[in-house]
T-cell receptor, first 113, second 110 residues
Framework: DAGVIQSPRHEVTEMGQEVTLRCKPI?????LFWYRQTMMRGLELLIYFNNNVPIDDSGMPEDRFSAKMPNASFSTLKIQPSEPRDSAVYFCAGAGVYPGELFFGEGSRLTVL | KQEVTQIPAALSVPEGENLVLNCSFT??????LQWFRQDPGKGLTSLLL?????REQTSGRLNASLDKSSGRSTLYIAASQPGDSATYLCAAEYGNKLVFGAGTILRVKS
């Protein structure tokens, strides 16, 4: 298996622009997580899905953030409009069972100018 | 509030040395405790997962222990190698979320 695949790996955009981050989880993993990592706050859970249904979105910072999982093999995290404080590395992770071992993608590094 | 603390924040050791990384958590009602490795610019790789009913787990040169009553876990790395240089993060699982520590940056000098 190719593991969790995220795109783009790097994104540089200007304040106010829409940003869409994508994730393809490992086949058979019914749980999908979006995390954000910054130097100041470390790793924070934004939202997680089970069988494509959002279970906990309490970590989503603002209404500017939204996430979808239209099917078992694809998820998006969208920021509209983006702000400089959204600059971070965004990770997608999956798990076959939860609580259980998490498998992370390589992340999408977002820079908002 | 559920918090995870890792000590030390950074560690530099010569190759071949045995070392211990520490992790403490404020709420002992954990489902499991996980240790991850993160290389620069990369995602997290799961190293060891200890269920709440277990005391330790081993994988190669790595051994992780868990003491729920004291709210502590340790990661022991035997005979360290330059390739072990990375950031090591522990995370406590509380059923509905994984709470991460800030990590220990390890550098093993050849």
């Amino acid at each position: 298996d190719a593991g969790v695949i995220q795109s783009p790996r790097h994104e540089v955009t200007e304040m106010g622009q829409e940003v869409t981050l994508r994730c393809k989880p490992i086949s058979g993993h019914d749980y999908l997580f979006w995390y954000r990592q910054t130097m100041m706050r470390g790793l924070e859970l934004l939202i997680y899905f089970n069988n494509n249904v959002p279970i906990d979105d309490s970590g989503m910072p603002e209404d500017r953030f939204s996430a979808k999982m239209p099917n078992a093999s694809f998820s998006t995290l969208k920021i509209q409009p983006s702000e400089p404080r959204d600059s971070a590395v965004y990770f997608c992770a999956g798990a076959g069972v939860y609580p259980g071992e998490l498998f992370f993608g390589e992340g999408s590094r977002l820079t908002v100018l | 509030k559920q918090e995870v603390t890792q000590i030390p924040a950074a560690l530099s050791v010569p190759e071949g040395e045995n070392l211990v990384l520490n992790c403490s958590f404020t709420d002992s009602a954990i489902y499991n405790l996980q240790w991850f490795r993160q290389d620069p610019g990369k995602g997290l790789t799961s190293l060891l997962l200890i269920q709440s009913s277990q005391r330790e787990q081993t994988s190669g040169r790595l051994n992780a222990s868990l003491d729920k009553s004291s709210g502590r876990s340790t990661l022991y790395i035997a005979a360290s190698q330059p390739g072990d240089s990375a950031t090591y993060l522990c995370a406590a699982e509380y059923g509905n979320k994984l709470v991460f520590g800030a990590g220990t940056i390890l550098r093993v000098k050849s």
